[in-house]
Nanobody, 117 residues
């Protein structure tokens, strides 16, 4: 499975961004899709995940109520809508495809989100 993430950029605190991740080369609906993020010197951390059917979503406490994960199986794409962004959300965001929540066997290339104060 190949994953291509896009949508990162520079935004002011309180602003919004939407990340997209399109999959190819596999059966998109077979995977739990997730978003993770990483800052320099820290381990990659879980942000959000969505079940194979899209019926269930999961969030890290730090983003709950501000971020929304969704997917379109027909387009093989998962999205992360990020609202009320904070400077501490600044990171490289990665999409991942795996077998369970918090796991990824396949990774996208990462897209940088920078939130200025």
């Amino acid at each position: 499975v190949q994953l291509q993430a896009s949508g990162g950029g520079l935004v002011q605190a309180g602003g919004s961004l939407r990340l997209s991740c399109t999959a190819s080369g596999g059966t998109f609906s077979s995977y739990v899709m997730g978003w993770f993020r990483q800052t320099p010197g820290k381990e990659r951390e879980f942000v959000a995940a969505i079940s194979r059917s899209g019926a269930n979503t999961y969030y890290a406490d730090s983003v709950k109520g501000r971020f929304t994960i969704s997917k379109d199986n027909a387009k093989n794409t998962v999205y992360l809508q990020m609202n009320s962004l904070k400077p501490e959300d600044t990171a490289v965001y990665y999409c991942g495809a795996g077998l369970w929540v918090g796991n990824a066997n396949y990774w996208g290339q990462g897209t940088l989100v920078t939130v200025s104060s």
